[in-house]
């Protein structure tokens, strides 16, 4: 894909405040110090705090202390490098790819709630298939919140990608079901799918999504090929929260994580992993069309650890 691709000058800009965590008071900490069950228990303290999660965080503390009790660690310095090695472990193997179908249309279905930054990510990946030179269709599925198939028409329309939308308040299905006969008519070669991020009930929103995803496999052998989950990387736990809502209603094939922006704790790149096993693939680093890049875990974890500059 046409994507701005991930680095450590990147990672380490949209990980400012991890970095000020673990990169800088973290590391001044564990400095000339012994590795004794307080420090332990301060490290502990700081993976909290960079939101990698309660599981995650002991899993990691009770191989650090193992370790220490057998002798393999005693400095605070030796933490350091065991840390990056223990998260960087729970995510190898990740593939961070994007499925394409074999023949006609590849169908990306696009979920989370609303202002997660949804309708914008949806904008990046499409300008990236088109700087590919893949021919991109947006459907508007989204059809109960005010303004969203306006917002996605005006991504549209600077892209200079079509939008299938229908009327306030229509079946979403009926939607992606004209969007996909129009993707199919026009030899389009990515339909990126938006879909509603809230309802009245949650059983509601679960109706809906099996209904358009159901519409999508009967019209499109295989089907969608992507379901993307989008999640604010600055909501720390509440995007747990959200993954897991979601992992009940659509089977997640990736994480597109918006607004990594500085604030941002990464730390939970890890949490969904470990509790959900949902890869990241995509990271938001901004607002323009070209902010998105590819995810990769070796610089992600390098750049949580970077000194401050």
Known sequence: ??????????????????????????????????????????????LLRSDVGVRTAEGIINELSHGVAKG???KGEDAIDFLKSQMTSRLEGV???VTMAADGPTVILV????GVGKTTSIAKLAA???????????????????GAAEQLETWGSRLGIDVVRGD????????????????????????????????????????????????????IDGAPHEVLLVLDATQGQNALVQARQFKDVIDATGIVLSKLDGTARGGI????????????????LGERPEDLAAFEPDLFIDAMFATED
């Open 1 to 46: 894909m046409g994507l701005l691709r991930g680095t450590l000058g990147i990672f380490k800009r949209g990980l400012g405040q991890t970095r000020r965590l673990l990169g800088g008071e973290l590391i001044n900490r564990l400095r000339g110090r012994v590795l004794d069950e307080a420090l332990i228990e301060e490290i502990h303290d700081h």
């Open 72 to 74: 393999a660690m005693s």
């Open 95 to 97: 593939d961070t790819s």
């Open 111 to 114: 979920a989370g709630v609303n």
């Open 128 to 146: 990236a298939f088109t700087d590919e030179g893949r021919k991109v269709l947006l459907a508007a599925g989204d059809t109960f919140r005010a």
């Open 168 to 219: 306030a308040g229509a079946d979403p299905a009926s939607v992606v079901y004209d969007a996909v006969d129009a993707a199919k008519a026009r030899d389009i070669d990515v339909l990126i799918v938006d879909t509603a991020g809230r309802m009245h009930t949650e059983q509601g929103l679960m109706r809906q999504l099996g209904k358009i995803h159901g519409v999508l496999n009967n019209k």
């Open 269 to 284: 790149v890890l949490a969904i992993r470990d509790e959900l096993g949902i890869p990241v693939k995509f990271v938001g």
